[in-house]
């Protein structure tokens, strides 16, 4: 077989094709440079050393390609295609000789029996349903380096959602890999832990399932020792089962004093007494820690840092030791524990200026992939070798270059009631000097989650907006996560401080004279999207338009939505803070009852497909605005709640540009 004509395998777990063909160069103007898929999606490093395995984006699709790091291209030229509906999410090595791809979709199934757990209990496609409900599908794909050709790796004979989730690579034994997936009968929720060989996909249970638990913990060797899920009615508690040192039976994690469920159990150690747990233990954020169970007691401080919690430990590249941690400053910060992590600082050190996150690394640590980028510069994934040149894989985004960018500042404003906000400005491409920031037009632009937060990093929707001449404030309003449990609880607790928040950056622009007060417009996507929603209907004086896309607009029918899920209803409720404690309340702050109140021209986009916000809070919204030719409305058919189908996205950043244009007028400050 040529392999160089086109070749598709198509998966019956999702519908999605992958591809054989030729690779081609993307050409685009200005808008759709910005709204095309990020290029260098993942990469990693054969255990050898020897080869690259990478995923990028080409012509709106997903290619895999292996490179040899003395400069030739093993596969000839050729590369694996992802199907337009397939998404990557990770690129690993199994061992020298096999690569592993996982990657996911959406699709519409209806629900056919109650749901109990974690997801879709049990459902069924129907293409046709008009009560259809979007899912995410993910599943894994095995791949020959050599010949590029590959297989599902685990094909369920039914619906079933996840089918990617490794708990453990088994480093000392490469031919297979633990993960976690239910059996194929009627219940999907609750998974087995299996050993999986990863050529065949061959499987052995090596942990039954258990009522309420949906996730595994392992040791760093791969061994079970605790598992995590939900409880009560709705799933409204958390669990967490570890196992007994002494009886090798699991108990529940209140069994041991000082622990409790809402500790992330991430990891253990081979002594099978040992869990490393991320927990606050009465810091105001959360570090990472060494809990004995034998001892039932915490020994041992990994990490711990006043201002910024602690994500996840890095362990070596063999996977039995912590040899640094992951922690989210102005941008993600990778900290190696003394001893370890030499070659990335050395990489560190000749790049200044530049953010540097660790991506990969071969088995001897001495070469790395890093994903280098700044606000101003989209970067891309690089190969390093100590004492040698950096090795380009791809660029994040090719054809942006720096010179169309604009700078990118940190501030921090006060709210009213005194709190002070971290938030970003990205300026307009012309300004250059502090002196020209004065009455520009600019974009307010929250984050979504909320429960999330923005980087000091390149981010190609703010730039967007710059290279066409405006300001972009980005704020981490109360809730968002990084900065202590405090901060983030106070958003929890009460969606209304933070469109305070939100409401008081834009007030901080026009306040400072950066803003010109005339020319100010809303934006976001997913919660961020709500927020602009909010932002028109509660201040229908400060803002001359609103974007939203993929946007939460109607709260009572998303908690509806939610109950479709298994445990959908108590998470959500969390989620949801003190909304749905009083009617008054919840329709004060559901953009769909407000839409009177909105009096500005409103941009609404979303994908049909989307599994996290429902397309129907968009219809719900474009009925709720009525008519108006100052409105516009974008509904993608098929795609998700990213836009991850590339040609949508580049229409959606030409349709928002030409409405900022038409709403708050074309500024002179953008790129040539």
Known sequence: MNRKLSHCIASAVAGFALCLGPVTTLAAPDTDLFGQLRAGHDAAISPDGTRVAVIRAVDGDYI??????????????????????????????????????????????FTVTRTTGSRLKQSAYNSNSQAGVAITVS?????????????????PKGLRQYNDQVLDWLEDDPDHILMQFASDDEDQTFPDVRKVHVETGRDSVV????????????TTDGRVIAGTGYTGSRGAKRKAIVRNP???????????????????????????????????????????????????AFTETIFQDESFDANSP??????????????????????????????????????????????????????IVIRVSNPYDPGGLYVYQSGKPFSLLTPNYPGVLPDMLGNVVSVRYSARDGSKIPAYVTLPTKIRDTAQIKDLPFIVLPHGGPYARDYKTFD??????????????????????????????????????????VEDGARYLIEKGYADPNRLCIAGWSFGGYAALMG???????????????????VKDFYRDSKKFAFGSGRTRRFLGNLLDDDDVLRANTPVDRADDIQVPVFLAHGTLDAVVDHDQFVSMDRALGGGDDHVRLSFEGDDHYLNIQENRQRLAESMIDFVQNNIGESPHGAD
Not at 90 to 101: E, P, Q, T, Y
Not at 489 to 496: I, L, P
Not at 541 to 551: F, H, N, S, T
């Open 246 to 296: 002494e009886t090798g039976s699991f108990d529940n994690v209140d069994r041991f004093s000082g622990l409790d469920p809402n500790m992330d159990i991430v990891s253990a150690y081979p002594d099978m007494r040992s869990l490393v747990v991320r927990a606050y233990r009465g810091e105001n954020t959360r570090g990472l820690h060494i809990y004995d169970l034998a001892e039932q």
């Open 536 to 554: 028109a209907a509660n201040d229908p004086e400060l803002y001359q338009c609103a974007i939203a896309v993929a946007a939460l607009t109607d």
């Open 207 to 218: 942990e039954s399932d258990r009522d309420d638990i949906t996730h595994w913990i392992t």
């Open 139 to 155: 599943s894994i794909y095995t791949i020959d380096p050599d010949t590029m050709e590959g297989r599902i790796l685990v094909m």
């Open 314 to 367: 890095i362990f070596s590249a063999d996977g039995t030791k912590i040899v640094g941690v992951t922690y989210a400053a102005d941008v993600p910060i990778r900290t190696f524990l003394p001893g370890y992590g030499d070659v990335l600082r050395e990489a560190e050190s000749k790049l200044d200026g530049y953010s540097v996150q660790f991506v990969d690394q071969s088995a001897d640590g001495q070469t």
């Open 64 to 109: 895999v390609q292996v490179v040899a790091l003395d400069g030739q291209d093993d596969s000839d030229g050729d590369a694996l295609r992802l199907g337009p509906r397939a998404k990557p999410k990770w690129i690993r090595w199994a061992n020298n000789d096999r690569v592993l791809v996982s990657f996911w979709g959406s699709k519409e199934y």
């Open 460 to 501: 190609w929707l703010a730039q967007l907006f710059a290279s066409h001449g405006y300001g972009v404030l980005q704020m981490n309003f109360r809730g968002s996560t990084g900065y202590g449990a405090a901060f983030e609880r106070a958003g929890r607790e009460d969606w209304t401080l933070i469109q305070n928040d």
